[in-house]
């Protein structure tokens, strides 16, 4: 077993597993070992956990899904994310981790599926024609008018109880920052209003990646404490926005001191942000 989590762990720590799984087997290596198997793990997984966490990706990758089609970048905070669906409340132990992941201020969840879509159903005449013969066109027409229902797993139309195979059964979202999850068990939909603070948030974001990049660039070390000027060039808001955040751009950058520059940087980082425009960075290591 302690073999075994050594070949777990080595990643995390090569050189001590190294040495342990060494001493333990007298193997050559434990990076020479396979990745070890679920059978070798004897961990109790617990079911209801992994189907809620199932949950959370799959709306995770919904609202992703929808801020590309949208072409709203993923650091760009937004107000709210809403997800309908029958068994929305085994996510609410989640939401925190769901804020995180879509980047919203806030999620609501609600059962109502009506809130935010609606089930279209369409016949399929080439399977339904040779059951039912010239009724079919009856059954086509009460769909149109909504003289269908849905009871479970089950389809009335007119009154006919339909096969699975005679229909198909959408969930359609009413607004188009919305997105169907798989097997039309709900819906996922973006509040996309981006306010002035949600915009200036967004562009603080943009510059603490720009400036990471930026040190890895410059080849500083992780724990270099850094002295950074920006230069927003002519764009106020950019510059209202970097006063507004200074405290968290100083405090993912590692940056003692965030200076706005006076006049245009001469040598620096170009940071580029979601709308083409760009942040000009001067980094310059402190030691104190």
Same mark, same amino acid.
């Given at each position: 077993m302690l073999a075994t989590l050594c070949r777990v762990a080595a990643p995390l720590l090569p050189l001590t597993t190294d040495a342990v799984y060494r001493d333990l087997t007298g193997g050559d290596s434990v990076h020479l070992d396979h990745w070890p198997t679920s059978d070798e793990l004897p961990l109790d997984a617990d079911g209801d956990l992994v189907a809620s966490m199932d949950k959370v990706r799959t709306v995770a990758s919904a609202a992703s899904s929808i801020r590309k089609a949208q072409g709203i970048p #993923?650091?760009?905070?937004?107000?709210?994310?809403l997800v309908a669906a029958p068994d929305v409340e085994a996510l609410r132990p989640f939401t925190s981790l769901l804020q995180d992941e879509a980047n919203v201020k806030s999620v609501e969840l609600t059962t109502d599926?009506? #809130?935010a879509g609606e089930f279209v159903l369409q016949l399929v005449p080439a399977v339904?024609?040779?059951?039912?013969?010239?009724?079919?066109? #009856?059954?086509?027409?009460?769909?149109?008018?909504? *003289?269908?229902?849905?009871?479970? *797993?089950?389809v009335l139309v007119a009154g006919r109880e339909m096969q699975p195979d005679e229909y198909t059964l959408r969930l359609v979202p009413r607004d188009g920052a919305a997105a169907s999850l798989p097997g039309n068990v709900g819906i996922v939909s973006l509040d996309l209003e981006v306010t002035p603070e949600l915009a200036a948030e967004g562009v603080?974001?943009?510059?603490?990646?720009?400036?990471? *990049?930026?040190?890895r660039k410059q080849g500083l070390r992780v724990t270099d404490r850094i002295h950074l000027v920006l230069d927003p060039e002519h764009h106020d808001d950019v510059r209202a926005a970097i006063e507004r955040h200074k405290d968290y751009i100083g405090a993912e950058t590692l940056a003692l001191t965030v200076v706005i520059a006076d006049e245009r940087l001469t040598e620096a980082h170009r940071l580029e942000l979601s709308d083409g425009r760009a942040v000009y960075a001067s980094l310059t290591v402190r030691t104190t």
């Open positions: #993923t650091r760009q905070p937004l107000a709210q994310l599926i009506g #809130t339904l024609g040779p059951r039912v013969g010239k009724d079919v066109q #009856t059954l086509i027409g009460a769909v149109k008018v909504g *003289d269908w229902s849905r009871h479970g *797993d089950r603080a974001r943009a510059i603490v990646r720009g400036v990471n *990049d930026a040190r």
